[in-house]
């Protein structure tokens, strides 16, 4: 944790955090409707290489060391998480499912990050972040349907994909911690950007190049919403994410994402996108409960008892 005499003001802090949900939040739906036009895995090879490009030529002047020898695998594995796995299968799974259902299972990442941070001996568990974990874990089975499965679906199929998304990136903050004090934030958030766009290159050449045509013949409302997530979902949610961790604990970041489905889920009924479901009602009781109890201190319930 930085020393809080050189911290900025919480409200800065948590206001940051708060701007990134309510902007991906949205982000739900611009890339549903992306991905209808083009495909997954080209969209999210270029919208990283453009936001790679943009965050290096900004950012580029904040890393504060340069990366040496042994150094690079573990930003590989940062990068492999929290760029390329993370953004590949959210935008896959939202191919296939709803952003409703998707923005809900984000609410699993503070759920994710405790039980890695847990697991890897950076935080501590106690019996309200246990039963957290079953709760939460139950209402993302009922999303899937675990009562009437049909692994063939296209619902559950985006649903896996967006939770497997969503672990990688609570095991991405939980492990980038480490590193945010030795490159700093900002620099950080361009070392793993720049490394995701070298891994995603071959399929971003190959959507900017090969199938540019395609992308000539789009409405202005899809060149909109690749604006928006390269520019504000990426560049901006990256950097004040980064920005935060620098000053309060992985999992405390992570708990911010409890907005995401409030504005996505929202968006997508207003739109038509979605209906509510008393699966859907279900399972968000029980994954939101999930989260409440994550956040219980048994050290300051008991002195309050005293």
């Not at 904040?62 to 930003?75: H, S």
């Not at 919403?225 to 992570?254: D, Q, R, W």
């Amino acid at each position: 944790m930085v020393n809080n005499l050189s911290s900025p003001p919480l409200f800065r802090v948590y206001g940051a955090l708060i701007l990134v949900q309510l902007i991906f939040g949205l982000h739900y739906l611009t890339t549903s409707i992306i991905v209808e036009r083009i495909d997954a895995l080209e969209w999210t090879a270029i919208r990283i290489f453009l936001a790679g490009i943009i965050m290096t030529i900004i950012f580029r002047h904040r890393i504060l060391n340069f990366p040496k020898g042994k150094e690079w695998n573990f930003l590989i594995l940062l990068s492999l998480l929290g760029i390329v796995l993370n953004t590949a299968l959210f935008t896959k799974g939202l191919e296939y499912t709803t952003p409703a259902h998707a923005s809900l299972m984000s609410c699993m990442i503070p759920v994710m990050t405790l039980l890695f941070a847990w697991f890897l001996g950076k935080e501590d568990m106690n019996r309200y972040k246990s039963l957290s974990i079953i709760i939460a874990m139950s209402g993302a089975l009922i999303l899937f349907g675990i009562d009437d499965l049909d692994i063939s679906s296209d619902l559950f199929i985006g649903d896996i994909l967006i939770f497997i998304n969503f672990s990688c990136f609570g095991l991405f903050l939980v492990l980038s911690k480490s590193m945010i004090k030795h490159h700093s934030p900002m620099g950080l958030t361009v070392l793993v950007m720049s490394i995701g766009s070298i891994i995603l290159l071959p399929f971003s050449a190959k959507g900017l190049y090969f199938n540019y045509d395609l992308w000539l013949i789009q409405p202005w409302w899809i060149w909109f919403a690749a604006f928006y997530s390269i520019f504000f979902a990426t560049v901006v949610t990256y950097s004040l994410n980064y920005y935060a961790m620098g000053f309060v604990e992985s999992s405390k970041v992570a708990l911010f994402i409890y907005l995401q489905p409030v504005v996505a889920g929202t968006l997508s009924v207003l739109l038509g996108r979605d209906e509510i479901t008393l699966r859907l009602v279900i399972s968000s009781v029980l994954i939101l409960f999930g989260l409440l109890l994550s956040t219980i201190d048994t050290k300051s319930a008991s002195e309050v008892s005293q």
